[in-house]
Every structure is written in C-alpha cells, then in structure tokens.
C-alpha cells in the first residue's frame, strides 16, 4: 500500500520554477549515469512534472521524469498527458519505481507541510533509500505562486544544507520565508533556535544595505550574502546564485536542537 496521505493537491503553472532551476543546476544531476527524477505528490494536474521534465531536459536531453502520487484519480488523470520522458505512477514515500531502478533526485515539495514535525525524519530516511548512490532528495515549501521558496537537500548520509530562495522586487523582509519553511524547520523560528537567528539575520541584513535597492534588489541581496559572511554565517555559492535570489546554508548552521539522523 502507498505511504501517506492526500495532499489538496494544490498545483500551478511555474510555481516549482525556482526548484527546478535548482535541481538543473545540481552537480548530481549532471553527473548521473541514469538521470532519473522523481516528482513526488505532484497533485492534482501533471503540470509540475512536465515543466520538471522541459526544464531539467536543458540540461540533460537523457532526463527521465516519474510523477508519482497516492491518489488513483490524480495519476489516471496524469496518465493522459503522459509523453517521451514524463509518466505517472501509484505511489508514495516509499517511492516505487519500475524494475528496481532508483532516483538520481526525488523532489518532494509542499508535501510534508500536512505532516506532523515528528513524522518528518521518518520520511526523510525512507525517501533517501530510494536514492542512487550520491543521489539527493530535495525537500520543502513554497507558496502559491512560488516566490517564496525555501527547502532542504537531503542525501543518505542526513541533510545537508537549507536554501531559501525569494522573488527579490516583491520582498519587503526575507523573514517572509519563515511561513514557507520545510516541516524540520516551520516551528523552530523561536528564541534559541538557530533558524530563527538566521531570519533575524537575514532581516537586519537587509535593511542595513537598504540604499542599495537603488541599483536593483540583486544588488541589495549580495549585499546582504557577503554581509552574513563577515558575520560568521557559513553562506555557500557564489553572486551568480544570489542574483538570482537563493541563499543556501549548511544545515549545521540552522540545525533544530536535539536534532539526531
């Protein structure tokens, strides 16, 4: 049987637009002997997936993109749009695919958001054997019509960074992403926790270069990157990915308290 629960199966053009960049410019992906994707809980139209699929092809002509979700009617559905490279099957966390082939990257966003925050390393330790070996889950949230973005890559060996990803014109803090945090993080935005220091962070930052917004918000979001750096924070990357409004930890630097994999 399918691990899980329906989502509401919310679903839209471009909104998975940020991860997917993410996920074409992954060195794992570009390495891959068997570039398989997996789409996971992909809703209630195949939309998600064949963008997946259009997207991650630029990279690798050779990509081969699985929707897979836990509703039967959502996947007949699918099924019609179905084409070279993109099908659908039943299925859930526990990942079934054909003939024991396993994921070069499963993506999995806005599904844990209905879960409780105890279910979450559970299902992050079941996504990952479904995995190749060097292969990554990438995890998290975004909000309706993506611009706020946030989520963590996940290999077998535990997590391994935290990405916050913002449309930078329409941002007025970056502490907006604290809604659209992944599950493992949603409610450590408290006093203690370092995810919180992070966002506080990353607001003070903000405002600090606020003239800056003169020569466009790329601009003020370098700023505020290279600021972190001088405080100590570990920001990984490079101006080329925070033109883009992305600004990636490593998870040790947001790690929940009493945090184990």
Known sequence: ???????????????????DRWIAHSPVLRRATDPLVVDLGYGASATTS????QRLSRTRPDVEVIGIE????????????????????????????PAGRLAT???????LRQYGEGDVLAHWRRMVTRLQPG???????????????????????????LTVSLHLPSVEKP??????????LIHRNVDGERVHEFLLALDRHWAY??????????????????????DGWPVLGSKARWRLGELTVPWSAVEPRHFQW
Not at 1 to 19: A, E, H, K, Q, Y
Not at 175 to 184: C, G, M, Q, T
């Open 1 to 19: 049987m399918p691990i899980g629960s329906i989502t509401r199966g919310t679903t839209g053009t471009n909104r998975l637009r940020r991860v």
């Open 175 to 184: 502490s907006i992403v604290a809604e659209r945090l992944p599950k493992a």
């Open 50 to 53: 064949l963008e997946l699929h």
């Open 135 to 161: 292969g990554l889950l990438v995890e998290g949230t975004c909000n309706e019509i993506g611009r706020v973005a946030s989520w963590v890559d996940v290999t077998a060996a535990g997590p391994q960074s």
């Open 209 to 230: 270069n606020a003239a800056l917004a003169t020569y466009g918000p790329a601009q003020r979001w370098i700023a505020v990157a290279e600021g972190l750096r001088t």
């Open 70 to 97: 836990i509703d039967p009617a959502r996947v007949a559905h699918a099924n019609l749009r179905a084409k070279p490279g993109v099908s659908f099957r039943l299925g859930g966390f526990e990942v079934p695919l």
């Open 105 to 111: 990257v499963i993506r999995a966003l806005n599904v």
